[in-house]
């Protein structure tokens, strides 16, 4: 069969090359570039490069997205900037940027900015986003870490605003790496942590001490039992009509899949994940496979959270799957299990927390300085990987350490 290969964007600037016509070929389109997405694209392009394969990565972003760094560009650091198209280079993949605005699964098309992307396979890795939906005033007066432009909004009222207010709505890690980042970044401003749980509640006890520790010495707030209502323009509104004043909020509690896969009549759960097999493939439609956090991924112990710790061997395992069925050999089931939680505490403190593979605490957790250097080794890692995996196929197992 022939397809035409449409918007592939290069370069700084967007540059469009040339459509060209591939006979024969099997079309692998991955949406998202994130961790999962890029991991499965670059995977695939090299597990199945004899197989007759061409695959096309969409994102909105030429932008790579580190979700890992996000509390840290909302603190007002500078992260490095990463472009796509240059993790990409020498691999053959085509870079289409530009949101996805629908999938057709019956033409096997993806229509994305008007242009119309065909796939035999579509490997869905969309990921998720903060849930501001449910809570009035969230989605217009709240900032989120859902996007670098997001981030760097709140930063941006940082910088002009010494001394400010900053709600940080959910104890959860999100939740508590940004409250520290915030408050050592901007110690002048006051900085609270609303949650309904202890912050870091996953932990066991004396995991969680230290981090209380540090969040006190941060002069952080911490509010529990509580729960946000309302997010007003100048702060937030308890049960029971307390209002917390607030030059701004952060909301990082819930979360919640993109709708495109339910609108196009692809099973998903209640979170708007795609319900998948033991193989990854989508229930409803086999020729989609999903991964990270855009997919309800059941093991013998329950349903996968998502972080990039599960995300980018999901991702890993959906290539490695994609290549033995073009090979003709049958797909494996995937297999996960946690190994730690790990949670920085500004940039001079941090602790990691290690874990049963359901992600319940062990005894074992690292604190300080020697925890603050397995951070960022975490943190690093997914680059390095992708790199790597241009030239080596990477057993998806050593991959299941990152955070």
Same mark, same amino acid.
């Given at each position: 069969?022939?397809?035409?290969?449409?918007?592939?964007?290069?370069?700084?600037?967007?540059?469009?090359?040339?459509?060209?016509?591939?006979?024969?070929?099997?079309?692998?389109?991955?949406?998202?570039?994130?961790?999962?997405?890029?991991?499965?694209?670059?995977?695939?392009?090299?597990?199945?490069?004899?197989?007759?394969?061409?695959?096309?990565?969409?994102?909105?972003?030429?932008?790579?997205?580190?979700?890992?760094?996000?509390?840290?560009?909302?603190?007002? $650091?500078?992260?490095?900037?990463? &472009?796509?198209?240059?993790?990409?280079?020498?691999?053959?993949?085509?870079?289409? $940027?530009g949101w996805a605005e629908r999938v057709d699964p019956g033409r096997r098309e993806?229509?994305?900015?008007?242009?119309?992307?065909?796939?035999?396979?579509?490997?869905?890795?969309?990921?998720?986003?903060?849930?501001?939906?449910?809570?009035?005033?969230?989605?217009?007066?709240?900032?989120?870490?859902?996007?670098?432009?997001?981030?760097?909004?709140?930063?941006?009222?940082?910088?002009?605003?010494? &001394?400010?207010?900053?709600?940080?709505?959910? +104890?959860?890690?999100?939740?508590?790496?940004?409250?520290?980042?915030?408050?050592?970044?901007?110690?002048?401003?006051?900085?609270?942590?609303?949650?309904?749980?202890?912050?870091?509640?996953?932990?066991?006890?004396?995991?969680?001490?230290?981090?209380?520790?540090?969040?006190?010495?941060?002069?952080?707030?911490?509010?529990?039992?509580?729960?946000?209502?309302?997010?007003?323009?100048?702060?937030?509104?308890?049960? &029971?009509?307390?209002?917390?004043?607030?030059?701004?909020?952060?909301?990082?509690?819930?979360?919640?899949?993109?709708?495109l896969a339910a609108e196009a009549g692809i099973a998903v759960d209640g979170r708007?994940?795609?319900?998948?097999?033991?193989?990854?493939?989508?229930?409803?439609?086999?020729?989609?496979?999903? /991964?990270?956090?855009?997919?309800?991924?059941?093991?013998?112990?329950?349903?996968?959270?998502?972080?990039?710790?599960?995300?980018?061997?999901?991702?890993?395992?959906?290539?490695?799957?994609?290549?033995?069925?073009?090979? +003709?050999?049958?797909?494996?089931?995937?297999?996960?299990?946690? /190994?730690? $939680?790990?949670?920085?505490?500004?940039?001079?403190?941090?602790?990691? $927390?290690?874990?049963?593979?359901?992600?319940?605490?062990?005894?074992?957790?690292?604190?300080?300085?020697?925890?603050?250097?397995?951070?960022?080794?975490?943190?690093?890692?997914?680059?390095?990987?992708?790199?790597?995996?241009?030239h080596l196929t990477v057993p998806a197992a050593a991959l299941s350490s990152r955070?």
């Amino acid at each position: 069969m022939e397809w035409l290969v449409l918007g592939v964007m290069r370069g700084r600037h967007g540059g469009r090359a040339k459509a060209r016509r591939e006979p024969g070929m099997h079309r692998i389109v991955v949406l998202g570039g994130g961790y999962t997405g890029m991991i499965a694209a670059i995977r695939v392009a090299r597990r199945a490069r004899r197989l007759g394969v061409v695959v096309t990565v969409v994102n909105p972003s030429e932008r790579f997205a580190e979700r890992l760094r996000m509390h840290q560009v909302a603190s007002g $650091q500078v992260v490095r900037e990463v &472009g796509i198209p240059e993790l990409l280079r020498g691999t053959g993949i085509e870079f289409v $940027q530009g949101w996805a605005e629908r999938v057709d699964p019956g033409r096997r098309e993806v229509s994305v900015g008007g242009r119309v992307v065909g796939y035999d396979t579509l490997v869905y890795a969309i990921g998720s986003v903060a849930q501001t939906g449910t809570v009035p005033g969230a989605e217009a007066h709240a900032y989120t870490l859902n996007s670098v432009e997001s981030a760097a909004r709140l930063a941006d009222l940082l910088a002009a605003r010494t &001394g400010a207010t900053v709600a940080v709505v959910g +104890g959860g890690l999100t939740g508590v790496e940004a409250a520290a980042e915030i408050a050592e970044r901007h110690p002048a401003a006051r900085v609270l942590l609303l949650s309904r749980d202890v912050p870091g509640s996953m932990m066991s006890a004396r995991a969680r001490a230290h981090l209380d520790r540090a969040l006190r010495r941060l002069g952080v707030g911490v509010r529990t039992g509580v729960e946000v209502t309302k997010v007003l323009p100048d702060g937030v509104e308890l049960a &029971g009509g307390e209002v917390v004043g607030a030059d701004a909020t952060l909301w990082t509690t819930g979360f919640t899949a993109s709708p495109l896969a339910a609108e196009a009549g692809i099973a998903v759960d209640g979170r708007g994940r795609i319900v998948v097999d033991a193989t990854l493939r989508s229930v409803s439609h086999p020729d989609i496979v999903a /991964i990270g956090d855009a997919a309800a991924i059941t093991q013998r112990w329950g349903t996968i959270h998502g972080t990039c710790q599960s995300g980018i061997p999901s991702g890993a395992h959906a290539a490695d799957s994609i290549a033995r069925v073009l090979a +003709g050999k049958p797909a494996k089931p995937f297999r996960f299990g946690y /190994i730690h $939680q790990p949670v920085s505490l500004g940039r001079r403190d941090a602790v990691i $927390q290690f874990t049963r593979p359901d992600d319940t605490p062990r005894r074992w957790f690292l604190k300080g300085r020697a925890a603050v250097v397995y951070k960022e080794l975490v943190t690093r890692s997914p680059l390095p990987s992708y790199r790597l995996s241009k030239h080596l196929t990477v057993p998806a197992a050593a991959l299941s350490s990152r955070g």
